[in-house]
């Protein structure tokens, strides 16, 4: 069965960097784009990257797109994100998910989530 | 931006009812790009239907999406108790927007 399993994730100071990953099995995972999207404390959902299954291709929302870098591994089936210049307004549990098709599609199966806190 | 607006805030409802969820798009929507997640607490989202009208994998015929343009509704028919979540809708044509939420409470 399809498994996104994450790690990563913690308390870090604002202006630090953290590193994000998401273990995938139980699918082809190259032949998918993958996501990650984000939950602040009590509010909605947030898309906030988006990776091609070629890995050549990657949007960002626009409130990350500039410190936040997506990436993959698809020899060793992992998904990243890398979070630079983190600030108070990053806190969020975020998820990994499979994009349905090998592009942009609805989100199929999610990660479990794993809590980022910025603060000082 | 594609800005998804949800109705209503909260829904209260008892089992055995039917459910009744909007969502309106600022600007047209594809009915191939819309699709409606569930979210129970501490739980990730659940893929619930994509395309506007197709059940995901494993979930209940009691779900069932319809709607075309700027107005989609999703619609539980015979509520379980499972069902009590808070419900998203998303557009995944241009970008990916999330609506705000509609939270099913037991009435």
């Known amino acids: 069965q399809v498994q996104l399993v994450q790690s990563g994730g913690g308390v870090v100071q604002p202006g630090r960097s953290l590193r994000l990953s998401c273990a995938a099995s139980?699918?082809?995972?190259?032949?998918?784009?993958m996501h990650w999207a984000r939950q602040a404390p009590g509010k909605g959902l947030e898309w906030v990257a988006i990776?091609?299954?070629?890995?050549?291709?990657?949007w960002y929302a626009d409130s990350v797109r500039g410190r936040f870098t997506i990436s993959r591994d698809n020899s060793k089936n992992t998904l990243y994100l890398q979070m630079d210049s983190l600030t108070t307004e990053d806190t969020a549990v975020y998820y990994c998910?499979?994009?349905?098709?090998?592009?942009?599609?609805?989100?199929?199966?999610w990660g479990q989530g794993t809590l980022v806190r910025v603060s000082s | 931006e594609i800005v998804l607006t949800q109705s209503p805030g909260t829904l209260s409802l008892s089992p055995g009812e039917r459910a009744t969820l909007s969502c309106r798009a600022s600007?047209?929507?594809?009915?191939?790009?819309l699709a409606w997640y569930q979210q129970k607490p501490g739980q990730a989202p659940r893929l619930l239907i994509y395309?506007?009208?197709n059940r995901a994998t494993g979930i209940p015929y009691r779900f069932s999406g319809s709607g075309s343009g700027t107005d989609f509704t999703l619609t539980i028919s015979g509520l379980e108790p499972e069902d009590f979540a808070v419900y998203y809708c998303q557009q995944y044509g241009r970008s990916f927007t999330f609506g705000q939420g509609t939270k099913l409470e037991i009435k």
């Open positions: 998910a499979k994009s349905q098709t090998e592009g942009g599609g609805p989100f199929d199966y």
């Open positions: 139980g699918f082809p995972f190259s032949n998918y784009a």
């Open positions: 395309g506007t009208s």
């Open positions: 990776i091609s299954f070629e890995v050549n291709n990657k």
């Open positions: 600007q047209s929507v594809s009915t191939t790009y």
